[in-house]
């Protein structure tokens, strides 16, 4: 007599799990592997962000005041950064104007992050602006000096606190010579911040060379959108309005920071593991 055939006669691997006898410490074993690695990829951080006035935060209100006028558009691009990070990434924009790589820390600033600062956050360094200043003795740093120094010692002591850090390079100044090209402003000291980064072991975001590929590639008058030029009579205390080639409008900040998130997609720095795969109009958060 001939056997029938039986249907799914050779299930496959998931239809056969049912039968195989997996002693509980297994099977407990698993899940708890599945949870703790869905927890880890869901960790809630923060990004604190050091740095000076093309990074940091303002004060609308302040802003109001101190120009005659609401929505002044002066914007650090770390304001804008949360547009580009998902829910789990809180950034705490630490950065303050006028600040160098020296006096940042000198002022205490520093320290405050450290108080804040926990295991698996993340720390964004971005100085140059002010340590070129050689009149200013509060905040001139030689560049392959004691800058460079600074870099690398708030990299190892963000380690030392079992974060993260980023070092990023300053952005470019809207300066174009004659043939409308633009005309570097830092220096030295965008090279010791690519050399610090890379002495430190820690991911570089090069925002100099990215943001003057950008401001190149938009030339002489539409870079000015980036930036404070601002006509005159738009706000009763500038009547000969502005033009400030170093501090970012809205939309400057909002590039910036998109360029800082494309930097960081390319970068080995784990933050990229935040990053939203839709970003939103970050004009909606300035």
Known sequence: MIKPKM???????????PHFNFPLQVVTFFFLTLFFMSSCAQKKVKVFCIGDSTMSHYDLKKMEESYGGSDFPRRGWAMALSAYLND????????????SSKNFRAQGYWDKVLEEIQEG????????????KVEDTT???????????????????????????VIATSIARRKFNAEDHLVDTH??????SREAAKEAGVPLIDLNQMTTDYLNQLGPEES????????PGVFEKLPEGME?????????????????????????????NYLLDERPDCNNIL
């Open 7 to 17: 249907m799914n006669e050779y299930p496959g691997i998931i239809a056969r799990l």
């Open 244 to 272: 400030d080639n170093t501090h970012l409008s809205k939309q400057g900040a909002c590039a910036v920071s998109g360029l800082f998130a494309e930097g960081l997609e390319q970068s080995k720095s784990s933050l990229k």
């Open 139 to 165: 905040r001139y740093t030689e560049a392959f000096g004691e800058f460079k120094d600074n870099l690398i010692r708030y990299a190892k002591e963000a380690e030392e606190y079992g974060a993260f850090p």
């Open 187 to 192: 220096g030295d000291y965008v090279l010791a």
């Open 121 to 132: 956050d993340f720390v964004v360094i971005q100085f140059g602006h002010n340590d070129e």
């Open 224 to 231: 000015k959108e980036w930036f404070l030029h601002i006509k």
């Open 88 to 99: 789990n990434a809180e950034v705490r924009n630490m950065a303050v104007s006028g600040r």
